[in-house]
């Protein structure tokens, strides 16, 4: 392999040391990845006080490739003058220099370096990131994104972030995004771009998966299905009644729609070569289509079009959540053996490399929740996919975030016990992301207060830090967060931040464990709000609907259930179950100790100022949550009993919960813009331009809190 000496100055970045020490890297500078891992590690050594040299340095850095390492894998091997970083693959070596840069953070010297090794738990490591051009819901609050995820800047801080937290592919999905990558050859009307714009858009997404090749990281375009551009469909006269792109609309499989579709795929990979692979989803746009009808579509258009590329290509298949021809129909035993026919089809063929990945939510829109699995998107799972245990394939969950999107979030225990839980090894990896957020502009913070987060997912360092490390290696220490801390905040607040971080994140958890849900806005766990069944419109979850609705989580008790069957030990609960009263325990206990472990927390910079407000705010919705519960259980009491004592109980149990809301406005209002979410601007049923001006704040709800005791006092 060619070696040769990697020379970089940055005379801005250089520290002044007294006795610097000198570098040489050694790699192959035909490789990309080593190029960018390189320049990573030669920035940091910068930083820290050393020189690179091309020769007579100090300390040489050596990269090498081991293939029986295994893909990703790296071990470090410090011989003194001498560091030799083993790669199983490119992106391992990449893993190798960023963990002596972590080291460096952390102030270890080159010297001081230990030797190890990491390899790769899963080998699938996605964010799911939806575009916000012809994005899946159409609402004010993607479109505000536009501009931002036009940004080669953006990009390239976000796949930074992904390579250091050690995620590995990239999915980005719209509806229908050929007309931004490509203009059809043989259907020129499809692109409504002038060829100015065409080459803008080009640019942008060579770039984007340029850069994310470099980073080791794989990129995939998901595609909904069956969408075409306006221009075409009146042109052709056909899809006339999706002009808007509603996502739950009949099929139109004219064939030239299929033809358009199998040819935009070859010319997408075509054009191109380092996008990794394609996605397909089999519900939207296909009403009216059984789930063979479905399958053998996309065998005739994604697969076909893959096919016919110039190339081999990667795939994922997400699993269908329609066992009938109802775009909303439920998952079926039949339906789940009609896709693993197709998915292990579609392993067997040339250009699709092994594995495919079947990509399933796990718990629907809401795994933020439990550990359990308790259902997928469309209901129950039947288990086809895994018995007998695929080959070819492997699993993929879903897990989305629909429950917070301004407040920081990182709970290491839930992530941890969630991998730990739901690995077996027909599991290949995990997508973490969202589909009504997008991680771009920071629309959140007050401009009146200045953070060093440029980007909105900065704002969620810990979110992406605990998933990301570890999906890559399940027993990642915890002294890696913390010291995560140590570098923004200091050494004197880690460890208490890190463990108030752990305790207060419970509150979105236990309150969807508690409250059962299955779509998007079903439940909006950092707003306390729903979607309403019978008005169909988002709403706070008032003391009644808390009362009776069935928790998502089997373990969990509902209050309603708990007041008429157990309260009175009618019956008694196996052991492993959660009452309505241990759930106030909990939460009473661990937001308690959250508030402690920040009370004494000096806010001496803004960035820190907004941790520890995040943690509170967390932590008293979680006192809400818990005189709320005990509030439901002596109003629910009073109703079976009719005992005035109860009334009066539960009205000061709500008025101590409003005492807790109260408090979460008083650190929220100053801090937080009123926020555009899709939740809110599609509510009503009506467009996000009709309902532009809606938004979201704690303090826009507090009439909400207050009639929770007026319902108490009738």
Aim: charged fraction near 25%.
């Amino acid at each position: 392999m060619k070696k040769i000496v990697f020379y970089l100055v940055l005379l801005l970045l250089t520290v002044s040391c007294a006795d610097t020490q000198s570098v040489q890297l050694n790699f192959d500078a035909a490789s990309l990845q080593q190029q960018y891992a390189t320049k990573k590690l030669s920035e940091s050594l910068l930083k820290n006080g050393y020189t690179i040299a091309d020769n007579n340095a100090t300390i040489t850095v050596e990269f090498k490739l081991d293939t029986t390492l295994g893909k990703e894998a790296y071990t470090i091997n410090n011989q003194g003058k001498n560091i030799v970083l083993t790669g199983g693959n490119e992106t391992g070596l990449i893993y190798a220099a960023q963990s002596i840069v972590e080291d460096l953070k952390n102030g270890i010297t080159l010297h001081a370096v230990e030797n190890r090794s990491e390899s790769p738990k899963l080998l699938f490591r996605a964010i799911k990131f939806d575009l916000p051009w012809d994005s899946y819901r159409h609402s004010y609050a993607l479109s505000q994104h536009d501009e931002m995820c036009r940004d080669l800047e953006y990009w390239e801080a976000f796949l930074d972030m992904m390579s250091d937290n050690r995620f590995n592919v990239l999915t980005v999905w719209n509806l229908h995004p050929y007309p931004f990558m490509i203009k059809s050859k043989n259907f020129p009307e499809a692109s409504e771009w002038t060829d100015a714009e065409m080459k803008e858009w080009k640019h942008l997404f060579t770039s984007i998966f340029k850069m994310a090749k470099e980073r080791g990281i794989d990129t995939y375009v998901m595609p909904f299905n069956i969408f075409v551009p306006p221009s075409f469909a009146k042109k052709h006269g056909v899809a006339l009644n999706n002009l808007e792109h509603h996502h739950y609309v009949d099929a139109d499989t004219s064939q030239i729609i299929k033809t358009y579709t199998r040819e935009s795929v070859t010319q997408l990979l075509n054009e191109y070569p380092d996008l990794s692979g394609m996605g397909l989803t089999l519900g939207e746009g296909m009403g009216g289509m059984t789930p063979f009808e479905r399958e053998q579509w996309m065998q005739e258009t994604i697969i076909a079009g893959m096919q016919q590329a110039n190339r081999t290509s990667k795939l994922i298949h997400r699993i269908p959540f329609s066992g009938n021809t109802e775009s909303l129909g439920a998952t079926s035993m039949e339906m789940e053996q009609i896709t693993r026919d197709g998915i292990e089809k579609e392993a067997a063929m040339e250009k699709i490399e092994k594995p495919v990945w079947a990509s399933m939510k796990f718990n629907w829109s809401h795994p933020h929740s439990t550990t359990k699995l308790i259902k997928v998107h469309g209901g129950k799972l039947y288990g086809k996919y895994f018995d007998p245990v695929p080959q070819d394939f492997k699993i993929v969950w879903t897990v989305r975030n629909e429950d917070f999107f301004c407040l920081r979030w990182g709970v290491e225990k839930f992530a941890r016990a969630h991998i730990k839980a739901n690995t077996p090894d027909y599991v290949g990896g995990y997508f973490i992301g969202s589909e009504t957020y997008i991680p771009a502009k920071d629309y959140f913070t007050n401009p009146d207060y200045k953070i060093s987060a440029k980007y909105a997912f900065e704002r969620q360092w810990l979110f992406y830090k605990l998933w990301g490390r570890l999906l890559y290696n399940a027993d990642t220490p915890n002294t890696v967060f913390v010291n995560a801390f140590k570098q923004r905040y200091g050494e004197a607040h880690a460890e208490n931040l890190f463990k108030a971080s752990n305790l207060a994140g419970k509150t979105p958890l236990r309150l969807v464990s508690f409250f059962d849900s299955t779509w998007d806005f079903t439940i909006y766990a950092e707003g306390f709000t729903y979607r309403n069944p019978e008005t169909e419109n988002v709403e706070f979850i008032n003391i009644n609907r808390f009362i009776n609705q069935p928790p998502q989580d089997t373990t969990f008790v509902s209050i309603a259930n708990y007041i008429k069957n157990y309260a009175s030990k009618q019956q008694s609960l196996p052991e492993g179950y959660t009452t309505p009263v241990m759930l106030a325990s909990d939460l009473e206990r661990d937001s308690k100790e959250a508030l402690r472990l920040v009370e004494n927390i000096t806010e001496d910079n803004t960035d820190l100022m907004y941790e520890v407000a995040d943690i509170k705010t967390w932590a008293y919705m979680g006192l809400y949550m818990a005189e709320k519960i005990k509030g439901g259980l002596a109003l629910e009491t009073y109703r079976q009993s009719n005992d005035s004592k109860n009334k009066q109980l539960a009205m000061t149990h709500l008025e101590n919960a409003l005492g807790y809301w109260d408090k979460i406005i008083e650190i929220t209002r100053p801090i937080y813009n009123d926020m555009p979410l899709v939740h809110y601007s599609e509510n009503n049923g009506k467009t996000w331009q009709e309902n532009d001006s809606l938004r979201f704040h704690w303090a826009l709800l507090r009439n909400d809190v207050l009639k929770d005791i007026e319902i108490a006092k009738q």
